[in-house]
């Protein structure tokens, strides 16, 4: 038996070391085989991670390599967020989160900084820190986007801010206090004239009670039409007024244009005016607001509105320019005609033409002519609604219906005399073409395709959509739910906003690029062209309030700094530079109220600095050549390291200082 | 005899006058050329002299410094002031502030020139005089004089380097060529002469060009 172990350890060796080399050549040789692929040309990429033609072609229309300026910009609402997003298209790149309604830290606004504007926003002294920003719109200069202004609502509260794109921040919020929700705002007229916000759920006027009983008698729906200062970039409240409307849900509105300038549209959809109450066994909102055949586009008469408010039509709700819908009435400055119930959206042609209405629960979409709506009104409307608001036959204003599909809502406009409606319920978009002189004569009123998106379309936005003369080529689904598009990350999920190929005429459309959106729910958008925007690279000059847009007299220069005392009031003055802070050192007194101002006086593009005081609760965003002051009171003694929250330098982390809160 | 005596004498007073007229046109000639050489002193000032580029990945289009005779300034958008920011990254390394450099030369840098380019005018006028040696003198100097002073205080920058700034030990004092490439920390300077040295140097030219005609002149006259 001896003997024979030998040869067998012999073998059981050998085997063991043959093994080993066949496993490490077919590794080796399997190694050198991936490491070929991996590096390889994109023909091979693209096989191995299974990419189509269509999908290299949708890579080649959305790559953009680093440093290459994307062709467009996106201002997407960001809903419940409160803030826009500046989105670069073709690429889809995030380039800007602008705060609004809602203070947010990485901009410093309302840490510190930004509580002029959003105290703006306040009703009533009652704190507002957040808001449902809805439908953005851009200002405008006969028609075009000019870059100038961005003007977004607040749905839930009814406010509307104004951003000045020179620097993307947010200069003012207004509130109408006769009412307290919106939703067919912001939308512009072709020279910004008026920021048009269209009310939304019936409410009585100037926050008053009144029991929902009441509601036809009592309650009330509303338009405001803000005026805009272009020279200052501000809203005049004083120049602006509102007009009563019936309490029918008014919803999305659009503004005139070309041969409709001058009127206003919305659609409407509780007609029915029905009060809800699921709990008491009353049909809920949801059956009670569909249940009638039609509901109500509403025509308003801008021009004639003005006048009427000019002349002293107005009157004072809550402090607020209002025409009553006596007046109103009185002075035929609305029409109403019937819609399919329960729609959405009202959307104006390029050339002003058409109204499009979205059905919801109609698989059309309705197009009203605005010559046919002019002619009817000048044949005398024969039937009214309930409070006698003149009602012009469905008939007698249609140009045509197109069946696009199930939910359709909102529609938006190319180059190429296409129209594009969502439809919430196929989780489409229709394609269809406008069958009228000036757009596609040649195919008539007709569905061309539909393209699926994922899933359940709400807004498009198009290149240039909104204005007198849209660009085609990119159409934005803005998707509510995306569902199994992206990696799971807990139960909630993104929106998913689709980038659209629609250059091309017929039926090819070809989705190309899905961009999660998270901290918001965009609603709308609109696109600009990028060569329109304007921005700053850095503050034009050192010391700059951007408030004012002009240097504030009391920025800090460089030598002057310091900390000085008047009684319990202590002055902070201080420069910040790549690396430090001048004063580093902070000498106060518990109880002491502290103004402190602080430059940045950098000319270096994206030379930010922050300044963040621990317990305190504040942190700022200076960026170059902007100065800030904030306020507050050293209710704590202690010693509290502030620095700077911009990573500025490699010497970043010892741009700090002490601030040293003696007890009293 | 008589006839010959005239034609004789007439020739000479031809020749003589054909030498005056040249030598009339040779310093109208000069005379031009020094005026014009005072009209490119005084046109130099609005150029800058030198300049410096900085390289560094996070300044894609490069820092740009340009130096006038009387003044210093950055990119072409002023309100960018590239110098500030390069004075920003200078207190790295413990280099002075430049708006401190050369305040004296600044400051006289305009009354200069235009002392200079008097001088040439006086010199025109004066063209036949020795003083003349005297009074062109420093603007044929002056684009050497210019570059030997911005080399003294590259110099005296490079090498005063406060001790104790953050990278003091990293960056030790160093010569800036004031000419060519050179490397500081990750930046990849390029200092080259610029549009008013050249127009200042070009004027020079002429001024030598107008000394060397006169002086061949009183050597042929001597001879």
């Known amino acids: 038996m001896i003997p024979q172990r030998y040869p067998l350890k012999l073998l059981f060796t050998g085997a063991v070391i043959l093994t080993t080399i066949v496993l490490a050549v077919v590794i080796s040789s399997r190694a050198v085989t991936s490491a070929q692929g991996g590096a390889s040309d994109w023909q091979t990429i693209a096989a191995e991670r299974g990419l189509t033609d269509a999908d290299m072609r949708a890579a080649a229309m959305t790559y953009t390599p680093s440093g290459v300026m994307d062709e467009y910009v996106m201002f997407a609402s960001a809903g419940q967020g409160g803030q826009v997003l500046a989105i670069g298209m073709p690429s889809m790149r995030l380039l800007r989160l602008i705060a609004v309604f809602t203070p947010e830290s990485w901009q410093g606004y309302g840490y510190g900084a930004g509580h002029e504007v959003l105290e703006q926003g306040f009703i009533d002294g009652q704190e507002i820190l957040w808001g449902d920003s809805h439908h953005p719109a851009l200002s405008e200069t006969n028609g075009e986007y000019d870059g100038n202004w961005l003007f977004i609502g607040d749905k839930a509260n009814g406010r509307v801010a104004v951003i000045d794109l020179r620097d993307f921040e947010t200069k003012q919020i207004v509130h109408n206090p006769a009412f307290l929700n919106d939703h067919g705002g912001t939308f512009v007229t072709p020279n910004t004239e008026y920021i048009v916000e269209g009310g939304q759920y019936g409410l009585p006027l100037g926050g008053e009670y009144a029991p929902i009983s009441d509601y036809e008698s009592a309650y009330s729906g509303m338009i405001t039409f803000w005026r805009f200062n272009s020279e200052i970039g501000r809203i005049d409240y004083d120049q602006s007024f509102a007009m009563e409307l019936p309490p029918y849900w008014q919803d999305l509105c659009d503004a005139g244009k070309g041969i409709s300038e001058g009127w206003v549209f919305c659609n409407s959809f509780n007609t029915e005016m029905a009060t809800g109450g699921i709990e008491s066994g009353n049909p809920p909102f949801e059956a009670g607001a569909s249940r009638g055949a039609v509901d109500y586009l509403h025509i308003i008469n801008l021009d004639a509105a003005e006048e009427v408010f000019l002349n002293g039509g107005a009157v004072d709700i809550n402090g607020f320019n209002v025409i009553p819908l006596e007046t109103v009435i009185a002075n035929n400055l609305l029409y109403l005609a019937p819609e399919p119930r329960s729609p959405h959206g009202a959307d104006v042609t390029p050339g002003g033409e058409f109204v499009v209405v979205g059905g919801k629960l109609d698989p059309h979409v309705s197009i009203y002519s605005f010559q046919r709506i002019q002619d009817a009104i000048a044949a005398g409307p024969t039937e009214t609604d309930v409070f006698g608001i003149p009602v012009l036959s469905f008939e007698s204003v249609l140009e045509a219906q197109v069946e696009v599909g199930l939910g359709p809502l909102h529609t938006v406009f190319d180059n190429q005399g296409y129209a594009y409606t969502s439809l919430f319920l196929d989780s489409a978009v229709a394609r269809w073409s406008i069958g009228a002189e000036g757009y596609r004569p040649q195919d008539g009123w007709t569905l061309i395709n539909r393209t699926p998106v994922q899933y359940n379309v709400g807004h498009l936005a198009a290149a240039e959509g909104d204005t007198a003369s849209p660009d085609g080529r990119y159409l934005v689904a803005l998707n509510k739910w995306s569902v199994d598009r992206f990696l799971s990350t807990g139960p909630l999920l993104p929106q998913n906003l689709q980038l659209i190929d629609i250059s091309q005429p017929g039926d090819f459309t070809q989705v190309l690029y899905d961009m999660p959106i998270t901290g918001a729910e965009p609603h709308y958008a609109q696109i600009i062209r990028a060569d329109k925007l304007h921005a700053w690279e850095v503050y034009p000059e050192v010391g700059w309030n951007p408030l004012t847009q002009s240097v504030d007299p009391n920025a800090v220069t460089q030598g002057t700094e310091g900390v000085t005392r008047d009684g319990n009031n202590v002055t902070v003055r201080m420069t910040a530079v790549r690396s430090h802070m001048t004063p580093e050192h902070i000498e106060i007194q518990e109880g002491d109220h502290v103004t402190w101002t602080i430059t940045n006086v950098e000319r270096a593009r994206d030379a930010t600095h922050g300044l963040a005081i621990p317990f305190y609760n504040i942190n700022l965003s200076i960026e170059p050549g902007e100065s800030i002051t904030f306020e507050f009171d050293a209710i704590r003694p202690g010693v509290f390291s502030f620095y700077c929250t911009e990573f500025c330098s490699a010497l970043h982390l010892e741009m700090m200082g002490y601030m040293m809160v003696q007890p009293r | ?223």
Request: net charge neutral.
């Open chain 2, 1 to 223: 005899m008589t006839t010959s005596s005239i034609s004789t004498s007439n020739s000479a007073s031809v020749e003589s006058s054909a030498s005056e007229a040249s030598a009339r046109r040779m310093t109208r000639l000069s005379q031009v050329f020094l005026l014009t050489a005072a009209v490119l002193l005084l046109v130099s000032i609005s150029q800058p002299y030198w300049g410096l580029i900085l390289h560094a990945p996070q300044y894609p289009g490069g820092l740009q410094m340009r130096v006038f005779v009387n003044q210093m300034t950055g990119d072409a958008d002023p309100r960018l002031d590239e110098v500030r920011e390069i004075d920003t990254l200078n207190h790295y390394i413990g280099m002075k502030s430049l708006y401190d450099a050369a305040q004296l030369e600044q400051a006289i840098a305009i009354p200069a020139v235009i002392l200079m380019a008097g001088a040439l005018v006086v010199a025109a006028v004066l063209w036949q005089r020795r003083l003349i040696w005297l009074l062109t003198l420093p603007a044929l100097g002056f684009s050497f004089i210019f570059l030997a002073d911005l080399a003294f205080w590259m110099t005296y920058y490079g090498q005063n380097l406060d001790p104790e700034a953050p990278l003091s030990s990293a960056i030790h004092p160093f010569t800036p060529p004031i000419l060519g490439e050179g490397v500081i920390g990750q930046f990849r300077t390029v200092a080259y002469v610029d549009t008013g040295w050249f127009i200042v140097t070009a004027g020079a030219g002429l001024i030598a060009v107008t000394l060397v005609v006169r002086l061949l002149r009183n050597r042929a006259s001597k001879g």
